[in-house]
């Protein structure tokens, strides 16, 4: 199979991860077990699970001028990602995240974001330039996002917007996305609505295209031309959920750039994001081609059940 392409545009952060017993819930002093510094950022580490996967991932992202961004980008070039459009300007700072994780494996972010950082997007490549099959945009910069995804739009391949939260309040990036993934919290946060399969009814409704949302162990819904599909989640053991919403983002826009349908996208992704919970270290759990592969085959992976 030729390696495909996957431009991804977004936010690309350092992230600062304390292991801790429980999250906290007091003003107090906390003990952690353990700190790790390692990269984050949806866009970011979305491009480190589609080099891990066997893609070519390019990644362009605004960053600061300061000695954080060189640890961001030699991190990702470990990783095989080509940092050739992460821009850094003068005068700004990168994104820094305090992490905690508690020994179930949920996590609790805190993130510094500079909010004079520039956010005009014209300076994006176009994905015909670049030899892009497919775009995978955040909604942490939604002008780049709206950019990106239109410039999918116009070259006739796949445009996946992860939609996490806060959701852009303008619908530019929503609309122009060929694929809307939708976290738990941003589709309640989007619509108002608690409930994942009346929430993905409304955003469909709204947007008028291809919305799924992932709602973690309880397994991924999509909403394809009026008809609803449950993918049900991966019986596995959490150890660490940090990261694994982005990876699931970057193997399912790999899968769509090789020409694969939306379901076994969907199943792809699915498999690879259980796969990194059950492994800690944010992005040194992802996984690679042949453990996604190898899992999908013990698991079978049943076809997708229509919710009642």
């Not at 892009?132 to 780049?144: C, H, I, N, Q, T």
């Amino acid at each position: 199979m030729t390696m495909a392409t996957v431009l991804c545009v977004g936010h690309a952060v350092q992230d600062y991860v304390f292991s801790v017993v429980d999250l906290p819930r007091l003003a107090v002093k906390h003990q952690a077990s353990a700190l790790r510094r390692v990269g984050g950022g949806p866009a970011a580490t979305a491009a480190v699970a589609v080099a891990r996967l066997g893609g070519r991932a390019l990644l362009a992202a605004r960053v600061g001028d300061d000695a954080v961004a060189g640890e961001m980008v030699a991190e990702l070039e470990s990783y095989g990602v080509d940092c050739a459009y992460v821009r850094r300007l003068k005068g700004h700072r990168s994104s820094l995240s305090a992490v905690m994780v508690d020994r179930s494996g949920e996590r609790m972010i805190v993130n510094y974001l500079d909010e004079n950082m520039p956010t005009a997007a014209g300076w994006l490549p176009a994905p015909q330039a670049v030899g892009a099959e497919a775009v995978l945009a955040d909604s942490r910069w939604p002008e780049g996002a709206a950019w990106a995804l239109a410039a999918a739009r116009v070259a006739g391949i796949p445009g996946v917007l992860d939609a996490d939260k806060p959701v852009p309040p303008e619908d530019g990036a929503l609309r122009a996305a060929t694929h809307v993934a939708f976290s738990a919290e941003a589709l309640s946060d989007y619509t108002g609505i608690g409930d994942c399969v009346l929430g993905l009814r409304t955003a469909a409704a709204r947007l008028g295209g291809w919305c799924c949302v992932t709602a973690g162990a309880e397994g991924v819904y999509v909403l394809d031309g009026g008809a609803m599909s449950h993918f049900p989640g991966h019986p596995v053991e959490v150890v660490d959920t940090l990261g694994a919403g982005d990876v699931w983002h970057g193997a399912f826009a790999l899968a769509l750039a090789e020409g694969a349908d939306w379901r076994d996208a969907v199943r792809f992704a699915s498999a690879a994001a259980a796969l990194k919970v059950q492994r800690p270290g944010g992005r040194a759990g992802v996984p690679s081609r042949a453990e996604v592969e190898d899992f999908q085959r013990q698991a079978g992976m049943p076809a997708p059940r229509t919710p009642e």
